[in-house]
Nanobody, 127 residues
């Protein structure tokens, strides 16, 4: 699967953005999907993930209650609704996909558990 994130931009603190992740391929519905972000000088970190099997979701504590992950399998697209944005949310946001294999656990927050990283989208939150 190939992924392309979009929807980033510049927003003031307290504002909202909606990111999209468009996937190519006919097997999108069988992938767990996740959002990660990477700020300058920092490692890529987990933001949110959604299961292919039951659409269950999982969030990093730093975004819980502010961000909402969702997916539309008919459109091969995943979304991240980001509300009450803070300056510390500033980063390049990436979407990743994971195929579960025998022994895979859910939820998972590991960067190495996901792949097919596409070009990220920049989110900048001004104070």
């Amino acid at each position: 699967v190939q992924l392309q994130a979009s929807g980033g931009g510049l927003v003031q603190a307290g504002g909202s953005l909606r990111l999209s992740c468009a996937a190519s391929g006919r097997t999108f519905s069988t992938y767990d999907m996740g959002w990660f972000r990477q700020a300058p000088g920092k490692e890529r970190e987990f933001v949110a993930a959604i299961s292919w099997r039951d659409l269950s979701t999982y969030y990093a504590d730093s975004v819980k209650g502010r961000f909402t992950i969702s997916r539309d399998n008919a459109k091969n697209t995943m979304y991240l609704q980001m509300d009450s944005l803070k300056p510390e949310d500033t980063a390049v946001y990436y979407c990743g996909a994971r195929v579960r294999v025998r022994g895979s656990t859910w939820p998972t927050t590991g960067v190495n558990d996901f792949g097919s990283w596409g070009q990220g989208t920049q989110v900048t939150v001004s104070s």
